[in-house]
């Protein structure tokens, strides 16, 4: 449904979604002599539109829809075209960010890969559901049921073999030394059934490994022009080769569209909106944004609070002893944010401020903080420089 308002008046047409169809509507505009377009981001229904106009020399707008809702209640599509277009004839929209078509196709092999990495941790949850109604704890010694050693036993198990002591042997590296273990956690009954499933699950682990490769290789000859942003990137604690991937991926690697970093958090929904009410300030969401970029920052967040000695980590470790641990790392996962930004911004490397940063910022308050709890466990402490 498209509303044209042109000094002539306004004219409501109806167009079908087939390629010929949209055709149709890109010469309709032109015959108009129309210079802006707004649409409303519904889904991935917007996509073949925005396609077909992209080149015309228009100037397009793809609007949040939940930033333009009219009065509830008199919602048809037709009313909807008509309010789209006298917002945009009033001048009371803003776009969304499109990246451009080369990394929009980026973007979506970036989260294909993402969802063929989600596939395979679904199968080798099933594998672990098998191997528990077996009665084989492999998951409780080894670290991955589908690692080399874990994999190795697998495909024995299925051959039919089922002498613990012969599983165990399957072992490499460090987990011969818990040779012992192994034989207990490999100790169970597995039916006919359960190899014919095992069997099946290999089989998509190994098929999903090789489309995971490939989608490695086309994406990194695709990130040939950013691979100065990605080892930036890469330095920052909890973040990794295929995380930086995403993270540019969703924003670009020019990043000037955002005027500062707190804009960029806000457009990707990493930090708390505001809900203020006759003076009280209430709880509110992060609200949504792009679920992609936040799941790899939250990702990569939960990896900077395992790591030592590290500003994200001290960060981490100060925000949920007051606040817990999911705060903290949506706190941590802005952080990061923040420092992709910068980092891209002024193109320099990471620099690592330590984990002892928040006490060195204030070493007053920090001694007297530990002053005060040793003294409330009724000791006398005097302070003497070391």
């Known amino acids: ?126 594998i672990q559901k098998v191997l528990e109604g077996a009665n084989i704890k492999l998951s409780s010694v080894a670290s991955s049921v589908v690692g080399t050693s874990g994999r190795a036993m697998l495909e024995a198990i299925t051959n039919g073999i089922e002498d613990p002591q012969v599983l165990a042997g399957y072992a490499v590296g460090k987990l011969k030394k818990k040779h012992v273990e192994l034989v207990e956690a490999l100790t169970g009954v597995v039916g006919p059934h359960q190899r014919a499933m095992l069997k099946s699950q290999l089989r998509v682990i190994t098929f999903l490994d090789e489309e995971i490769s490939r989608m490695d290789a086309e994406i990194a000859e695709r990130m040939h022009p950013f691979e100065e942003a990605v080892k930036r990137i890469d330095g920052i604690p909890g973040m990794g080769r295929r995380t930086a991937e995403e993270v540019l991926a969703e924003i670009g690697g020019d990043v000037s569209r955002f005027p500062t970093a707190a804009q960029l958090a806000s457009w990707a929904k990493l930090c708390p909106g505001n809900n203020e009410s006759a003076g009280k300030r209430k709880a509110t969401s992060t609200g949504h944004g792009n679920p992609w970029l936040r799941d790899s920052l939250v990702e990569a967040a939960w990896g900077a609070a395992h790591t030592r000695d590290t500003y994200l980590s001290a960060q981490y470790h100060r925000l949920a002893s007051r606040r817990g641990s999911k705060r903290a790392v949506m706190a941590v996962a802005h952080s990061i ?40 466990l009724g000791y006398q402490v005097e302070l003497q420089p070391a």
């Open 1 to 126: 449904m498209a509303c044209a308002i042109t000094p002539e008046g306004k004219e409501i047409h109806t167009f079908k979604t087939m390629t010929s169809d949209l055709l149709e509507l890109a010469d309709w505009i032109d015959a108009k002599k129309i210079t802006h377009v707004a649409m409303e981001s519904t889904g991935v229904y917007w996509h073949p539109i925005y396609n077909i106009l992209e080149g015309l020399g228009l100037t397009l707008l793809v609007m949040n829809a939940q930033h333009i809702k009219a009065v509830p209640g008199r919602k048809t599509d037709v009313k909807d075209a008509e309010w789209i277009a006298d917002l945009l004839r009033h001048g009371l929209v803003v776009g969304s960010f499109i990246p451009n078509r080369a990394q929009r196709d980026l973007r979506e092999l970036v989260r294909y890969r993402r969802g063929i990495i989600r596939q395979r941790a679904n199968v080798v949850n099933r």
């Open 337 to 376: 944010l923040v420092i992709v930004y910068w980092l891209l911004r002024k193109g320099v490397e990471y620099r690592e401020l330590g984990g002892n940063y928040f006490d060195e910022r204030n070493r007053a308050a920090t001694v007297r903080k530990a002053v005060r709890r040793i003294e409330s």
